[in-house]
């Protein structure tokens, strides 16, 4: 049986962003229930296209793919979710369904919680 991991991503660097969807997909690869819900700074860029903004030289020169096609293919083949918190949302000044905003679902807080229980919670 799958384990449930839920990764709440807040930071705002290329760094975090890299990090968080590299964690999630590779946990989603070895069969685990993935999650990475989006939050303030993280959500907009994601909402707004700019997710892989940021990157440093070093990544293209290392052959790092963008990490928006990284998510897209653990969504696509590992079953990896995009999520956001309603209230997230509403904080982070966007509005529309989960579709318009390019995302898995939109929880709430406590559905993401009971999620993550049993599981592993990582916050970046």
Same mark, same amino acid.
């Given at each position: 049986m799958a384990s449930p991991a839920l990764f709440l991503l807040r930071s705002t660097g290329w760094e975090a962003r890299y990090q968080a969807a590299t964690l999630a997909a590779t946990a989603a690869a070895l069969g685990d229930d993935v999650r990475l819900a989006l939050f303030f700074d993280a959500l907009r860029a994601w909402a707004l296209d700019r997710f892989d903004e940021g990157a440093p030289h070093e990544a293209a020169a290392a052959g790092v793919p963008s990490i928006r096609e990284t998510l897209d293919e653990a969504r696509a083949h590992l079953g990896l979710r995009v999520v956001a918190c309603d209230t997230a949302v509403r904080l982070a000044?966007?509005?529309?369904?989960?579709?318009? *905003?390019?995302?898995?679902?939109?929880?709430? *807080?406590?559905? *993401?919680?009971?999620?993550?229980?049993?599981?592993?919670v990582v916050s970046i």
């Open positions: 000044g966007l509005s529309g369904d989960a579709a318009a *905003l390019g995302l898995d679902a939109i929880e709430s *807080l406590p559905a *993401l919680w009971r999620f993550g229980r049993g599981g592993a």
